[in-house]
Every structure is written in C-alpha cells, then in structure tokens.
C-alpha cells in the first residue's frame, strides 16, 4: 500500500526574473516598475539613469535582463550592450527605444541586444516581451525585419542566412507573426522563432567573418 503523506506540501516557486534597467526617463522607469510588481515572476533588482552608473553595475552578479535606454543623456547606450553582452554572455539584453529609432535598433543588435522594447507598448505586452525574450525569444518588427533583410541579402558569392531563414524575414516584412509563418511554413513556431534568433546572431559578428562562414558552407556543399 502506498504512503500516505501526513501533510500538505506547497509547489515550489518558480525562480524570479531579475531585471535592470538603465533609463532616464521618470516617467518610462516608473511605469515598468510598476508593472513589473504586478507580475509574480519578475523583478526590478536596480535602475540607473546614466551609463557611468551602469559601468559599476557590470561588476556585479548579472541579472537574467538588462534593459537599455537608446537615448540615454550620456550617451554611449550601444558601447555600453556592446560591453554588458561580453561581461554577462548570459544575460539577456534588451534595447528600449521610440518607434523611429529604426537605425539605432540595428546597431543595437549588432553590439549585442538579444531585442527591443518599444517605450510606446502597453503593460501587458511589455511584460510578455520580458518573458519572451527571457525564454530566448527575440522580438522583431516588419521595419527592423526590412532593415535586416537588406543588410543580410545573399549576394552573388552566397549569403549568410539560409532559405528559411530569408522566407521568414519576408514574411515578417510583410506583418506576418511567428505562429503565421510557422503555418505558412508547416514548421513548428519554435523553429521560426530559432531561426530569428539565428538571425540576430548573424548581426552580431563582423562582415569578414560572415563572409568566411559563408564560403565555408559553400565549400562544404561541394565536397
């Protein structure tokens, strides 16, 4: 027979989601961390308004996101992704930005952003972008797709991005979300989300080196 247990036992909590943020709007840093108290898995561990101020923070433990101010007063908002993403390579890192800062966003991604938060978003969809991007998602726009598309476009000597990954960028030029193109695509929506996450990747690493991992998949394919 088996036992019986003599007493109730609470599910352990899932581990909490440690954010910081480095913002100098008032306004953008109060309202997420007010929303962020709504929430019961994450929270605002530190806010800081200047880049000078988020140098002494890299020092420490890295929380799970760090949020960017593009327009940071001081400046200096992609060397600063740029040096978080090499001291906290597993922390996620997420640009906060206008919805015209198309330009800044891409470079953005390029020092290291694993995505972007639109300052304009309501509560709940900033709370499941945090969690998305958490889960290794990485959210992308039809512009931002648009930009990526031109910059990654295959030339005559190959391209970096695969078949798939070029229909998928189309597809989100077009508006079309993941679970859209997965079904489009008769893939599974984790595969298209994989595939942009690839992408951003590519983004990341130098023109040469694109170029050399390019021929050496040509050369593979002919041997």
């Known amino acids: 027979m088996p036992s019986i247990p003599t007493r109730l036992t609470t599910p352990a909590r899932p581990a909490l989601i440690h954010v910081v943020l480095v913002e100098d709007d008032a306004g953008f840093a109060s309202n997420l961390a007010l929303s962020l108290q709504q929430a019961d898995d994450l929270v605002l561990r530190a806010v800081v308004t200047t880049r000078h ?67 304009d978003s309501n509560a709940a969809t900033t709370l499941c972008e945090l969690r998305n991007l958490h889960r290794g998602g990485s959210p ?27 229909r998928t960028l189309e597809c989100i030029t077009k508006g079309y979300t993941a679970a859209e193109i997965a079904r489009r695509m008769a893939v599974a929506p984790q595969i298209v989300l994989a595939d942009i996450r690839h992408i951003y990747a590519l983004l990341k ?19």
């Open 140 to 166: 992308i726009s039809p512009l931002i797709a648009r930009r990526i598309l031109a910059r990654l476009r295959p030339t005559p000597t190959g391209g970096a991005l695969s078949e798939r990954e070029m």
């Open 205 to 223: 690493l130098p023109v040469s080196v694109q170029a050399s991992a390019a021929l050496r998949g040509q050369a593979l394919q002919a041997s």
């Open 53 to 119: 101020e988020a140098s002494f923070l890299l020092e420490q433990a890295a929380p799970d996101l760090l949020l960017v101010d593009l327009g940071l007063a001081d400046g200096g908002a992609v060397d600063l992704i740029g040096h978080a993403s090499q001291t906290w390579p597993r922390c996620a890192i997420m640009a906060c930005t206008t919805f015209g800062d198309e330009g800044d966003v891409l470079r953005a991604i390029e020092a290291g952003a694993h995505g972007y938060l639109l300052k």
